[in-house]
């Protein structure tokens, strides 16, 4: 049976975060997609620090969709280079692996 990860970006503005998130479900590329509360992140671009209050979107995934995902996600991403990191979700149920299973599948 396949494998669940987690796959995670940020995004400046709510309303993207929200519409992100619904669209990677309804395409099938995500089981579940949960939207973290408003954060600050500090990073280097552009040979500076900068700082940005940030939305961090954690997709629930199959280790088969991934990159499939993450195509989808760049495509649509504002950002020049999003933020995208993959986690393996170890430990999880069989039953909620096949729940993800399911609903990745669009078949």
């Known amino acids: 049976m396949a494998g669940i990860v987690i796959a995670q970006t940020t995004v400046d503005d709510e309303q993207k975060a929200y519409d992100l998130a619904r669209a990677a479900v309804e395409a099938?590329?995500?089981a579940g997609v949960q939207i973290d509360a408003r954060m600050t992140s500090f990073y280097w671009w552009k040979d500076a620090v900068q700082h940005e209050r940030e939305y961090r979107l954690s997709f629930k995934t199959t280790v088969e969709k991934a990159a499939e995902l993450e195509a989808w996600v760049h495509e649509r991403h504002p950002y020049?280079?999003?933020?995208?990191?993959?986690?393996?979700?170890g430990g999880s149920s069989e039953e909620y692996l096949a729940w993800v299973v399911k609903e990745t599948s669009t078949q």
Do not use: S
């Open 80 to 89: 020049e280079v999003p933020q995208w990191i993959v986690l393996p979700a």
């Open 28 to 30: 099938r590329l995500a």
